[in-house]
């Protein structure tokens, strides 16, 4: 910061002052004893240009286009101070997303629910004995007399919603472990665990029975719920940025080539349907919940 001058008084330096910030010159005045007031700018790159500025004042201080930038210093602060009370809203750090005792750095639905395929995983030797987990899959008749949901319809409800416990290798565990844990934890440590489990239920559901009425009962894993939350996030956060949710462009690259490929069967048999009917579902969510909040904020 360097000084550029003097001016007599205070309404004059104030004045100047507001007239630098308007020239998007940000500065500061403050009162020298032994010669009235001095000027202060902040940025060594504009001291030529202030300099000029400053003798155009001190010529004709009354004219109409200093007065008009009165008043911009405090108008440069208060929006200055608008942009980063957003940004703080929108920034995703552990203090926001994890508060208090939360000792595992996750809400206890997120664990809950690692845990959960965790033991799945371990009870089916990561998916290469399934006799112990048959009643998680959506069906385990390949009768086609049977019908759909024969297990469904006959009460065994909550085979509409396991199949997402059930993981087939340790690559396809924590692939879809290292999402749960990042995009779960965000949504219930910013809004709370319901709005979490409506979500997690909601999109198991249509993805479960989406790939199952297309394909086949043959299938398992969190991917469609992860993809729901994926497209949740990106599109509420995208539309809705005081929402505070917020993913980054290299995830959602990466999460979307990663769809893409999925597609090509070059990874090995793949639950695309479900992939994209959780993403389907949570990006419509996401964007709806985004269009409610910004005409009721």
Known sequence: MRQIGHLPDEPQARLFGDYLFAQGIRNQVESDSSSGWVVWVHDDDQLDKANALLDQFRLNPTADEFKRASGATERELAEEE???????????????????????????????????????????????????????????????????FAEVRSGQVWRLFTPVLIHFGIAHLLFNMFWLFQLGSMIEGLQGRLRLALLVGVIALVSNVAQYILVGPAFGGMSGVVYGLFGYIWMRGKFDPASGLFIDQRSVILMMVWFGLCFTGWVGPIANIAHGGGLAVGALWGWLSAWWANRNP
């Open 82 to 148: 608008k942009e980063n009370r957003n940004w703080r809203r929108r920034m995703f750090d552990r203090r926001k997303v994890f508060p208090g005792q939360r000792a595992f750095g996750a809400g206890p639905l997120t664990f809950a629910l690692i845990i959960a395929c965790v033991a799945v995983s371990l009870l089916s030797s990561m998916g290469s004995n399934l006799n112990p987990i048959a009643p998680l899959f959506i069906s385990e008749n390949i009768n086609p007399a049977a019908g759909l």
